[in-house]
């Protein structure tokens, strides 16, 4: 079965439908949302009276028989896809707008989100299974793993419109960073993101690299991040993404929450909820770094397409 995947260009966006798609056991395409030069492009999305209109043409494969949208965007055009070849919806995320398009909205928890074509989700939806993982072993433990010590491994995300991370808080990092890896003796792995500030990599690199702190970083696959996510023996990642952090407690691995500046009460929500079921946990030296049990609901929600949808 093929479902054709609608999002805006963005990173988490494809991650998280490409993730449940292969969890559902989809082939799948991705058609991105490029807005074309008009007024409505200034507008919210929900606001678009012919989304269709607005963005540069979307052609269906002839085999698609799902179409999975992701964010505000996604769920507007999704919707009018929908309607325009008759075909079921998919929404990832709280479309911010009415339910009744969707075949299955998947949302997370803090949407509070309410409905018979609800699915609720604690963490986001990732492509993180135990196969992906050991895949990742393979090509990544000889590399990652270069000695006897326990290994942090660190994923640093960046600014974006609710956290901000500048050389200050990569200053906090940093002194939080080097106080475990004095208290632990691990060997560090970093990995940036898109995001993530070159300066702020630039002091954690100066102020890190001294204690043997490596950083690594690399398109396709040269990306350590799933590395990172296999090979490491505790994770520390940054409050500002969802998805980063859906990711790391999808593993075996205690995690830890490096601090930003800034507020967003959907991802606070988020945090307290894991921290609550003991899934995350502030990172600080005291951190503790036994192994814990995943969780992970992609799973979860693709076996809700299969049940709600006759495909």
Request: proline share 5%; glycine share 8%; net charge positive.
């Amino acid at each position: 079965m093929h479902a054709t995947l609608i999002a805006e260009n963005f990173v988490g966006m494809w991650s998280q439908a490409r993730g449940l798609a292969e969890r559902a056991g989809f082939r799948h395409s991705q058609q991105p949302i490029i807005k074309r030069e008009t007024i409505w492009k200034r507008l919210p999305s929900r606001l678009w009276v012919r989304p269709l209109s607005v963005i540069e043409p979307i052609q269906l494969s002839p085999e698609t028989r799902l179409i999975m949208s992701v964010g505000g965007c996604g769920a507007v055009v999704g919707a009018a896809l929908g309607k325009r070849y008759g075909l079921p919806v998919v929404q990832i995320q709280n479309p911010r707008t009415s339910l009744h398009p969707y075949a299955l909205v998947v949302a997370n928890t803090h949407d509070r989100l309410k409905g018979e074509n609800v699915c609720v989700a604690r963490t986001a939806m990732h492509g993180v299974t135990e196969d992906f993982l050991q895949q990742a072993r393979q090509r990544w433990a000889s590399i990652i793993r270069c000695d006897d010590k326990p290994v942090l491994g660190v994923l640093l995300g960046g600014s974006n419109g609710r956290y901000r991370f500048g050389e200050l808080e990569a200053q906090i990092i940093a002194d939080k960073m080097e106080a475990f890896i004095k208290q632990h003796q691990v060997h560090c792995v970093v990995t940036s993101s898109r995001r993530t500030s070159e300066r702020a990599v630039a002091l954690l690199k100066k102020r890190l690299e001294p204690y043997g702190a490596c950083f690594r970083g690399g398109e396709g696959e040269e990306n350590p991040y799933a590395g990172i996510l296999a090979c490491s023996d505790c994770l520390a990642v940054t409050t500002d993404s969802v998805s980063m952090i859906s990711e790391a407690v999808a593993t075996t691995q205690p995690v830890g929450i490096l601090p930003l500046t800034g507020h967003s009460t959907r991802i606070g929500e988020f945090i307290d909820l894991l921290m609550r079921v003991g899934r995350v946990q502030s990172f600080d030296v005291n951190m503790a770094r036994q192994p814990v049990e995943k969780l992970d609901d992609t799973t979860r929600a693709a076996e809700e397409i299969h049940r709600r949808i006759m495909l």
